[in-house]
């Protein structure tokens, strides 16, 4: 089954004063808009791009955060959308198709989710999205700034040098594709050094 962003957003919104904070809803927001820029200038579906933005985070508003990624896979299969919605709950969180290169910490042991990331062939559109989620608080910012928000909120953790050089690899290619810096569909990432 299809989701459309109008719809995965309604979602969010729906989440409103349900979840211990709400600046993960924000986020998710920010996310699915800056990834929907991203789509626009490869060419690419944008509202399939911001749709998977919007949801990447789902997990939060149906169980604790920690377990966001397992439980947004989950909730978006429940809910009978297609697998390629649920996966970027799971891939949102694993750069180069390693559950250590994580901004988290070294996570549990889940083997489905272990398994899963090691064997998927990543979409442009999750790379994407791994990129906004990793330059998206509420606001557009530089992946340093980003980087040290999570470090300052999360503490760094013994695979954080791993995580930074991935993310930096990351946007390296997603410049590469657009041919030019992705800061620069991004003017007001100026207004947030």
């Not at 927001?29 to 949801?55: E, F, H, P, Q, R």
């Not at 398994?115 to 340093?144: A, P, Q, R, S, W």
């Given at each position: 089954m299809k989701l459309t962003s109008?719809?995965?957003?309604?979602?969010l919104e729906s989440a409103r004063g349900k979840t211990p904070n709400e600046h993960w809803i924000?986020?998710?927001?920010?996310?699915?808009?800056?990834?929907?820029v991203i789509a626009k200038s490869l060419d690419l579906d944008v509202d399939y791009a911001k749709t998977l933005g919007y949801i990447h985070d789902?997990?939060?508003?149906?169980g604790e955060f920690k377990h966001?990624?397992?439980?947004?896979y989950n909730y978006i299969k429940g809910l009978g959308y297609s697998d390629e919605y649920a996966n970027i709950c799971l891939t949102h969180s694993y750069l180069n198709n390693d559950v250590y290169c994580t901004a988290g910490g070294i996570p549990s042991?889940?083997?489905f989710r272990t398994e899963f990331?090691?064997?998927?062939?990543?979409?442009?559109?999750?790379?994407?999205?791994?990129l906004c989620d990793l330059m998206c608080t509420d606001v557009n910012m530089t992946i340093d700034k980003r980087l040290?928000?999570?470090?300052i909120r999360r503490r760094a953790h013994e695979n954080t040098q791993y995580h930074v050089k991935e993310t930096?690899?990351?946007?390296?290619?997603?410049?590469?594709?657009?041919?030019y810096d992705v800061y620069k569909l991004f003017p007001d990432i100026i207004n947030n050094l």
């Amino acid at each position: 089954m299809k989701l459309t962003s109008d719809e995965a957003r309604k979602m969010l919104e729906s989440a409103r004063g349900k979840t211990p904070n709400e600046h993960w809803i924000n986020h998710s927001i920010c996310v699915g808009n800056s990834a929907g820029v991203i789509a626009k200038s490869l060419d690419l579906d944008v509202d399939y791009a911001k749709t998977l933005g919007y949801i990447h985070d789902i997990g939060k508003m149906v169980g604790e955060f920690k377990h966001h990624v397992m439980n947004g896979y989950n909730y978006i299969k429940g809910l009978g959308y297609s697998d390629e919605y649920a996966n970027i709950c799971l891939t949102h969180s694993y750069l180069n198709n390693d559950v250590y290169c994580t901004a988290g910490g070294i996570p549990s042991d889940i083997p489905f989710r272990t398994e899963f990331i090691k064997n998927h062939e990543y979409t442009i559109y999750e790379k994407i999205v791994n990129l906004c989620d990793l330059m998206c608080t509420d606001v557009n910012m530089t992946i340093d700034k980003r980087l040290i928000d999570i470090m300052i909120r999360r503490r760094a953790h013994e695979n954080t040098q791993y995580h930074v050089k991935e993310t930096y690899k990351l946007k390296a290619y997603i410049d590469a594709q657009l041919g030019y810096d992705v800061y620069k569909l991004f003017p007001d990432i100026i207004n947030n050094l």
